[in-house]
């Protein structure tokens, strides 16, 4: 098992910041470090579908974002400790969701943003932008 846990939502005003915390623990996926694996963060408001906000992508360390996301916001882990932040900045109401850390074993690029392809999920972060 693997178990994601999440920390530093909470509630800011518009053009605030926040950072995200999420750290892996467990097993991993057959023996293998978390360093090879995908890992980000996913975010679903009320009446939405969940929607990619940032990935790092486990081989060669490619970062990837959401398009509205781009320029505000910066993915960045750190394998020995098997976490990934997320710093958050310029922050809109729209932006207001629970964000959810995600890491996945493997998968084609072009499947990086899509939900379904990963494996663990965290229970979850609310973030709260007021107008």
């Known amino acids: 098992q693997v178990e994601l846990v999440e920390s530093g939502g909470g509630l800011v005003q518009t053009g605030g910041s926040l950072r995200l915390s999420c750290v892996a623990s467990?097993?991993?996926?057959?023996?293998?470090?978390?360093?090879?694996?995908?890992m980000g963060w996913f975010r679903q408001a009320p009446g939405k579908e969940r929607e990619s906000v940032a990935i790092?992508?486990?081989?060669?360390?490619?970062?990837y974002y959401g398009d509205p996301v781009k320029g505000r916001f910066v993915i960045s882990r750190d394998n020995a400790k098997n976490t990934v932040w997320l710093q958050m900045n310029d922050l809109k109401p729209e932006d207001t969701a629970v964000y959810y850390c995600?890491?996945?074993?493997?998968?084609?690029?072009?499947?990086?943003?899509?939900?379904?392809?990963?494996?663990?999920w965290g229970q979850g972060t609310q973030v709260t932008v007021s107008a």
């Open positions: 995600a890491i996945r074993s493997g998968g084609i690029l072009s499947t990086i943003h899509d939900s379904t392809m990963y494996n663990y």
């Open positions: 467990g097993r991993s996926f057959a023996g293998r470090s978390f360093g090879g694996y995908d």
């Open positions: 790092s992508r486990g081989r060669g360390g490619h970062l």
